[in-house]
């Protein structure tokens, strides 16, 4: 059972537009999201993360919305630039536990010059 | 550069074998996480040390073990593999063991098994 779902495999945005990555979970218990980017031949970097007492997070052109009612979350990324094509990960995880994320499959950005 | 190194980057081996992939946290991290990326899916976690002791343990089959040393590095190891552990295996560390501590991750190891 996936915890943590991303129902788009992908997205192509052009550049300078706004781009709109979707992630939802199912259990209640997470109380902490991440969002990673993954270059091909990299491990994932983080990017930015929300707390369960938040409803918004922004870093920059980066901004992650929580609504907790539906368990979903977004990442809005503006301008969308070429070097934001990658594979964006949501993760979730419980803070009072040993912390370890559970990820979702990925979506991929291409982000069209 | 997270500053998490593994080796070996690609490991290529035949089924019913055992390898061992290492992974050495960022200096100063205390904890490490390994997490394993078959085809089309996400990153799931198998297990977690903090300071040479197990601490957590997620879909881990008992063919794979790990352990972390004095030094703080971490070794994954995998026997009687079968053609299903082919994947990339992700090594992550952090400062502590909770709250909201990032995790840094290594580049992977990308195992094939024939």
């Known amino acids: 059972d996936q915890q943590v779902k991303q129902n788009s495999p992908s997205l192509s945005v052009q550049e300078g537009r706004i781009s709109i990555l979707n992630c939802d979970y199912t259990?209640?218990?997470?109380?902490?999201f991440l969002w990673y980017k993954k270059y091909p031949a990299e491990g994932p970097t983080f990017l930015i993360s929300?707390?369960?007492?938040?409803d918004k997070n922004e870093d920059g052109r980066f901004t992650v919305f929580l609504n907790k009612s539906a368990k979903h979350l977004s990442l809005h990324i503006v301008p969308s630039q070429p070097g934001d094509s990658a594979v964006y990960f949501c993760?979730?995880?419980?803070?009072?536990?040993?912390?370890?994320?559970?990820f979702g499959k990925g979506t991929k950005l291409s982000v069209i010059p | 550069d997270s500053g998490v190194t593994q080796t070996p980057k690609h490991l290529i081996t035949a089924t019913g074998q055992r390898v061992t992939l290492r992974c050495s946290p960022r200096?100063?991290?205390?904890?490490v996480y390994w997490y394993q990326q078959s085809l089309d899916q996400g990153l799931q976690f198998l297990i977690q040390?903090?300071?040479?002791?197990?601490?957590a343990k997620g879909n881990i089959l008992e063919r794979f073990s790990a352990q972390q040393f004095p030094d703080l590095h971490s070794e994954l190891n995998l026997s009687s593999l079968e053609l299903g552990d082919s994947a990339l295996y992700f090594c992550?560390?952090?400062?502590?063991?909770?709250?909201?501590?990032?995790?840094?991750f290594g580049p992977g190891t990308r195992l094939t098994v024939l």
């Open positions: 993760a979730a995880t419980v803070m009072a536990g040993s912390y370890q994320l559970t």
């Open positions: 200096s100063g991290d205390l904890s």
């Open positions: 992550a560390s952090s400062v502590i063991a909770g709250g909201t501590d990032t995790q840094y």
């Open positions: 929300i707390s369960s007492i938040k």
């Open positions: 259990n209640s218990m997470f109380d902490y």
């Open positions: 040390y903090y300071n040479g002791e197990e601490r």
